[in-house]
């Protein structure tokens, strides 16, 4: 399974776009790019999905580049209620080990 | 989304003792689902997954015979903590994915478990 890496915590002000970077250097050909967000003793909420180029939708947009070992998950404009902590997961839903593995997460703190 | 959802959402018991947690998918048919286990300020780590009407395959470090799986039919997986001890006291989540090729997982709200 991809192994991925992102920033430990972030801070942020309200109205502020937050951009989040993973990276994921062995991602495999297969493989998708998942961000959850999760609030304190919630299970995870999908947030955005993509294997390559761009995503958005109406929470968040998803950047992969070409080589896809890295993505940046970019939430416009933060408020209060998104503070909380950010997974990104690569993995291969359609064969084989399907199970999400998740990293150490972000932990984004958005101030007034 | 669809709706993962887990009861109860909080236990306590007594140390020795043995907790049941359900998740159950509401308006779909789960034909996998992953227990996981989240210690505070820490990431959810895998406890095992589990496939409709077939045994689950535990995580190494996992034992399963303390921490049994039943996944009895498409909309509902079980987990047992057996004799349960204060240290295994956390924040027990599960998810589920509906068919093969599926790629977004849904999640439970959590079950938050007390041992004393």
């Known amino acids: 399974l991809a192994k991925t890496t992102q920033p430990i915590s972030m801070d942020s002000y309200e109205g502020q776009e937050v951009n989040i970077t993973c990276s994921h250097n062995n991602i495999a050909t297969n493989d998708y790019i998942t961000w959850y967000q999760q609030f304190p003793s919630q299970g995870p909420r999908f947030i955005i999905q993509?294997?390559?180029t761009k995503v958005t939708n109406e929470v968040a947009s998803l950047f992969i580049p070409a080589d896809r070992k890295s993505s940046t998950l970019s939430l416009p404009r933060v408020s209060l209620s998104d503070t909380a902590v950010y997974y990104c997961l690569v993995g291969d839903m359609g064969t084989g080990r399907r199970a999400l593995t998740f990293g150490s997460g972000t932990r984004l703190q958005v101030q007034p | 989304g669809a709706v993962v959802s887990q009861h109860p959402s909080w236990v306590i018991c007594k140390s020795g003792t043995s907790v049941k947690i359900e998740c159950r998918s509401l308006?779909?048919?789960?034909?996998?689902m992953f227990w996981y286990r989240q210690f505070p300020k820490q990431s959810l780590m895998l406890m095992a997954t589990?496939?409709?009407?077939?045994?689950?395959?535990?995580e190494q470090g996992v034992e399963k015979d303390k921490f049994l799986i039943n996944h009895a039919s498409l909309t509902l997986s079980t987990l047992t903590v057996t004799s349960a001890h204060p240290e295994d006291s956390s924040f027990y989540i599960c998810?589920?994915?509906?068919?093969?090729?599926?790629?977004?997982?849904?999640f439970g709200q959590g079950t938050r478990l007390t041992v004393v």
């Open positions: 308006d779909f048919q789960a034909t996998t």
């Open positions: 993509g294997y390559k």
């Open positions: 998810s589920a994915i509906e068919g093969p090729g599926d790629t977004e997982a849904f």
């Open positions: 589990s496939n409709e009407g077939s045994k689950a395959t535990y």
